[in-house]
């Protein structure tokens, strides 16, 4: 990987001149226009930090991995660009609530952006991607699961010429990151059915190791790594650790004011829910995936338009919340790593106006911390149990509430659900939804045209030609039906509808949009069945020692920071892979200046006294 660019603070690791292809910012071309841009579109007078290297890069043509700290305007590195690059800006987005705010504002600026994503229909969807192929559409932002449709591989295979993609929150297809998302792993499929593009990778948070596995995971050529530094100065660090859950209670209530943004983040939906009857008088309001669709936008839309100011939350509460004056970020249950951590604690003060972190713990919450571990990495000896039970299960299949308190050494829910994530990723089951439940398909092409194209394809032609003789004209419109009945069309086992449609749609027969699957419904096994003992399932056990083993080296960093006494400044800067140029700032909780550390030990009754 290209060494960092002149964007890295004075702390980071020796400068090496970038690229002649690059030559000097002020040299590119387009620059000028973007500057033109930026002020006339944006309404900014001038780029922060690091975004010019970042748009130069793309105009340039190079691929750039992009680290910014929350608030630093990683979104202008590809938005702005897009604006003057003569083709489609594809950005990979993996939250619906972000793409819907990027979106309104790009529109909001007269900047033509679309999303597509699962809360619009699969007509909407067409005609978003329509716009998309006839140039229409400046900027699309796309769910990385969507690549599973053929019309958005059709886009990209020709109907639309693309010339950039954004990769936004990048860290997502890390497995070494702090909140891996499997989808990810699609994307340089999908870069190069696009025509390889360059490629802009942005997030918040990484450590030297995850941008190097980012860069490779992206198949990035040479790109520019542009670090912008993650010491922010207006972030006051605090760890205020208490004696019990009733002194953590009391310490928050001390710390929250009315009417002050503010977000207390809680380890589990029963916590938040807990803590914000607990805050309510203070006019808190609960934030979990829990809780229905409309209550958590109209809660997401409220804070944001400054109506409401005190969140509890999950970590569901997270990716687009750019708020710019909350004041304080709580962390009422620890994070599972200090990146997570960090990028959370990060959304306060994004004004560049003083805000307080404040991370609350108690020696309890060292257990649940090592039950979201063990969650996470549940025991190959589990895993191979998990597959024997969902084949004795039969076409009924299993699920976590089936096999729960039934299995030996009693784990929890989250471990058997991991479980099953690892036997699905690796092709052992499936989803009982995708075989028992409605998928929606549809063949845009008539029975000569697909007669020509799979000429040489008899498999898929041969099941075309099924479907066409079971469902005639509906296939053309798009119709939804039943694994059963689609089953009995193309002459498959229930089993293996869902397998089967996904791959005509791979090879462009048909739009197919699977049924919604949870990590907690019933699985089926998928065949052939092999042997249910366990040792012939295909399992990446290296890799799956090496994730428990990360996972562990991470924890530890984060109660490190939780439990020790030194600078919090300085630990944080060290984790990222930066030189601290002091040994103690003088100016955080860790440092003893004014609360935090050791001096902000609490009890019960000094918090009540005051």
Known sequence: MAPRSTAATAASPPVVPPPARIRSAAATPGLEA??????????????????????????????ALVVMPTGAGKSLCYQLPALLLPGLTLVVSPLISLMKDQVDRLVSRGVNAAAVNSTLSPDAQRDTLALAAAGEVRLLYVAPERFRSSRVLALLSGEARVSLVAVDEAHCISQWGHDFRP???????????????????LTATATPRVQEDIAAALKMRQPRVLVQGFDRVNLRLEVRRAANRGAKMAALRALVRPREGAIVYCGTRRAVDEVAGELRPLGARAYHAGLPDEERARVQTAFMAGEEHLIVATNAFGMGIDRADIRRVVHYDAPQSLEAYYQEAGRAGRDGQPAQCVLLFAPGDHR???????????????????????????PAGAGVADLDRRLPGSPSRAEIATAFNVLRRAGHVEPAAFAAGRHWLRVAAGPEELARRFATDGLALALLQRLEAAFGPRLASGLSAAAADLAEALSRKVARVGETLCMLAARGAIEHHPPSASTSERHVVTPPVVDPAG????????????????????????????????????????????AAPWKACGACGGCGAGGGGREADLSVASVATG
């Open 34 to 63: 973007a500057r033109r841009l930026l002020s006339e579109r944006f309404g900014l007078a001038a780029f922060r930090p690091g975004q010019e290297e970042a748009i130069a890069a793309a105009l340039a043509g190079q691929d």
């Open 183 to 201: 989808d990810y792993r699609d994307l340089p499929e999908v870069i190069a059915r696009a025509g390889r593009p360059p490629v802009v990778a």
């Open 368 to 394: 649940l911390l090592e039950f979201f571990l063990r969650g996470q990495n549940p025991d190959l000896a589990l895993i191979r149990e998990v597959y024997r039970r969902t084949v004795e299960a039969g």
């Open 535 to 578: 040792p012939a399932l295909r399992l990446d056990e290296p890799w799956l020692r090496e994730k428990a083993r990360r996972d562990r080296e991470r924890l530890d960093v984060m109660l490190r920071y939780a439990q020790g006494d030194r600078c919090l400044r300085r630990q944080v800067l060290e984790y990222f892979g930066e």
